[in-house]
């Protein structure tokens, strides 16, 4: 049985942070084994996304209650592009979408099956990858995000909640939450009943992806480097 901040969920949060930190130190400054190791990452997104699309269609069957349309699935694509093409739009959606999203699904895992099974397994590779891939592109390949970043991500994430919106109404589906909370404890249950919890979401996500633009705003910057003396 899986417990949430267990040996096991503490070892998969550490080795998510501690893989692009290692990877970040021993390509630093050489590019060519910095483009290798991001395009592992990208080979690795993908690879897994797709062995587990197929496991899921034989088991289940197609249907639009499990087609790839949450925001987690999208930030895999983006994360893998980005580690792949070094596309600023690509690696700005995958750094709030994977981070924020990703991360708090690590943190607050939603199992849909027992631990340690396939799905689950496949759960935390997903997001872990992805947050890693992202960190990795930080900290290794020197990414960076620009002033009109998180703005640009609200819109984006905005527009595509409208498109899961009108699958959901079509459908009786629940991409993204929109409808119902997910059956696991999670951040969402103290956002209070629908639809404040999705208004309420809305207000943390952008606190959330400015928080995490922080370390690359220019003034913030500026002032360190002045503290430190560089």
């Not at 249907?63 to 994360?79: F, I, K, R, T, Y």
């Not at 952008?206 to 002045?226: E, I, K, N, T």
């Amino acid at each position: 049985m899986f417990r949430p901040w267990g040996l096991e969920h503490s070892a998969i949060l550490a080795a998510v942070v501690a893989l692009p930190a290692a990877l970040g130190l021993g390509v630093r400054g050489n590019v060519g084994r910095t483009a290798l190791a991001a395009r592992i990452f990208a080979v690795l997104l993908v690879g897994n996304e797709l062995m587990w699309w197929f496991f899921r269609y034989r088991e289940e069957g197609f249907g639009v209650h499990n087609l790839p349309l949450q925001l987690c699935d999208l930030s895999v694509w983006a994360a893998a592009a980005a580690s792949f093409f070094r596309r600023q739009w690509c690696f700005e959606f995958a750094y709030f979408a994977g981070v924020a999203g990703g991360g708090m699904a690590l943190l607050t895992p939603d199992l849909w099956a027992p631990w340690p099974s396939y799905p689950s397994i496949y759960y935390f590779l997903s997001h872990g990858l992805t947050v890693a891939a992202v960190l990795f592109l930080v900290w290794g390949a020197g990414m960076r995000l620009t002033p009109r970043a998180v703005g640009r991500f609200l819109l984006a994430a905005n527009a595509y909640a409208v498109l899961a919106g009108v699958v959901n109404a079509a459908f009786q589906t629940n991409y993204l939450y929109l409808c119902r909370k997910p059956e696991a404890p999670t951040i969402l249950d103290y956002l209070g009943p629908w639809p404040w919890y999705l208004i309420f979401g809305e207000a943390l996500a952008a606190g959330l992806c400015l928080l995490l633009w922080l370390p690359f705003s220019p003034g913030l910057r500026s002032r360190l480097a002045g503290l430190t003396g560089a």
